[in-house]
């Protein structure tokens, strides 16, 4: 049994779980920026008692942050540390997650009909985006149809894997990890909604209606079904089908005789998430040409073309949302979002997120629109190639050799950090950036040519790093075709817009039926151009 002295709650956890683990099943939500990799050190615990051998023994991550002076006063970092016996901890106030509003990009494409229907039976509900990275949470008075309040939070499923192929594996290798990972997501929807209901002064037990949207995978881990068909060919989904259970079916404590909907899905890697910001975004009716991209860690793409609807999905990976970065993390106070090279000093000038009044605080780590525009201006200035590596010849100071011996570059000096460790760009760092705008410019490219159109007309930039993207700095690595900015707009969190939706009015159900039944599938890894159109999408 794991105890855990927070307002004298105790909670179990199976032997083998990390502290980290066991306090998010039971909705004691830490800070964990880096999706508890040990990289961040914001889950910073003190253990009061253990049982011998009650804990594992401090790895190297801990040791590097924490010091053998820390250690000595019991302090730990729950994610590293993993649950043998019985253990008491304290988390000191720093280390809690706070109601901090990190969107999840603005839901912006929010147009309705004039047309009223029928009255809900709550004024309350919620719409939620679960994301592999992040969970987007948005508390809605369904009368007056307005977004009351909302949240972000970072998926606590991180601990399992940055990408869907590592949750679904760990359903295929121990099933009893299905319950774990289903309750973690609601674990994560339960501290949002209280949050958001604190805020705006209502009991969450008057919310009656919830709608959730998600990538194939999320959703499934949401309603607690195996996603394990979805990794292995021919990767079909369990189900399909658009969804209605009571919230509590699926472990939801906020009012669990609140009704909770979910949209179809199109196929194993299109789910709920594009069908609903295609509807958002009203796809359809757009001119021919038009592309919705959703930029996540399962980057998803929709096209409207003489043909009709098609789409197709690609690995980008969790690059694009700050997560598998060595500095990464999520757009919170303390992110650098941009940088500007300085050609006389040969570093980089940064700016971070900053919520809330107060002094700009110190850099933290690098969001996933800061890492795009790291890699631009380095790019522009020469340092790094257009092949990824980074040019020895390049006169900066800030370039230098890594741990490894790698070249790595120098965004912020230890000093000016908030860790006091310095904040870098490593050469895996900016393969990782290749492999992300690799597959989502082949995923755009192929996309294209099954609709015989050289490049799209326009792009609709949707998901969590769309939303605050810097056009100039993506194309300037060649994320998407050549383009003129004005033909690329940014839509927001265009999934989380079609929840809303849907939430608001029933008829939206009934289209994100028809959109999903009638969308054709492109299958990039069965197409012949694949390994080619990849390899030449690589380089910068």
Request: aromatic share 4%.
């Amino acid at each position: 049994m794991l105890k855990i002295s927070i307002d004298d709650k105790t909670v179990r956890a199976g032997k083998g779980a990390s502290l980290l683990e066991a306090m998010v099943a039971a909705g004691l939500l830490l800070r964990a920026d880096c999706g508890g990799r040990g990289r961040c050190g914001k889950c910073l615990v003190r253990v009061a008692s253990a049982d011998a051998g009650g804990l594992s023994a401090p790895d190297e991550s801990e040791r590097r942050f924490l010091g053998d002076g820390r250690l000595s006063t019991g302090h730990r970092l729950a994610c590293r540390a993993v649950v043998y016996g019985t253990v008491s901890v304290q988390v000191p106030a720093e280390s809690r997650l706070a109601p901090e509003v990190v969107q999840k990009g603005l839901p912006t494409l929010l147009s309705l009909p004039a047309a009223r229907l029928r009255p809900p039976d709550s004024a309350w509900g919620i719409a939620v985006d679960v994301g592999t990275t992040t969970v987007a949470v948005y508390l809605c008075d369904r009368q007056q149809r307005v977004v009351a309040a909302s949240t972000s939070i970072r998926n606590p499923q991180a601990i399992f894997g940055d990408d869907v192929i590592s949750r679904i594996s760990a359903v295929r290798l121990d099933p009893g990890s299905l319950p774990r990972l289903q309750s973690m997501t609601v674990s994560a929807i339960d501290w949002a909604v209280s949050a958001l209901c604190r805020q705006a002064g209502i009991d969450p037990r008057a919310i009656g209606a919830a709608v959730a949207v998600g990538n194939s995978t999320m959703i499934h881990l949401l309603l607690g079904e195996n996603p394990s068909s979805i990794g292995v060919f021919p990767y079909a989904p369990g189900f399909i089908e658009a969804r209605s259970v009571s919230a509590g079916a699926v472990g939801l404590k906020f009012n669990p005789g609140a009704r909770l909907r979910t949209l179809p899905l199109i196929s194993g890697y299109l789910g709920a998430d594009i069908v609903s910001a295609a509807l958002a975004a009203d796809l359809a009716r757009r001119a021919c040409g038009t592309m919705l991209v959703d930029v996540g860690t399962n980057g998803e793409i929709i096209m409207l073309a003489d043909a009709g609807l098609s789409a197709t999905s690609c690995a980008t990976g969790p690059a694009f949302e700050g997560a598998a970065i060595s500095h990464g993390m999520q757009a919170s106070s303390g992110a650098i979002d941009a940088v500007r090279f300085n050609p006389q000093a040969g570093n980089l000038d940064v700016t971070v997120v900053q919520r809330g009044d107060g002094p700009p605080p110190r850099p933290a780590g690098i969001c996933g629109s800061g890492i795009i525009s790291t890699v631009a201006e380095l790019l522009r200035a020469g340092i790094i190639s257009k092949s990824g590596r980074f040019n020895p010849d390049a006169d900066s100071a800030c370039l230098r050799p890594g741990a490894n011996g790698a070249a790595e570059f120098e965004i912020v000096p230890a000093g000016a950090s908030q860790t006091g460790r310095p904040i870098t760009l490593t050469q895996a760092d900016v393969r990782a950036v290749q492999l992300a705008k690799g597959a989502l410019r082949t995923g755009i490219d192929l996309l294209c040519r099954e609709n015989n159109l050289p490049r799209p007309a326009r792009i609709l930039l949707a998901g969590a790093f769309g939303s605050y993207i810097d056009k100039t700095a993506a194309l300037a690595i060649g994320m998407f075709p050549a383009l003129p900015e004005s033909a690329i707009e940014v839509v927001g969190n265009a999934a989380g817009a079609g929840a809303i939706l849907a939430l608001f009015d029933d008829d939206c159900v009934s289209r994100s039926k028809t959109l999903a039944q009638t969308t054709r599938v492109v299958d990039l890894a069965a197409h012949p151009d694949f390994q080619n159109t990849f390899i030449q999408s690589l380089s910068f």
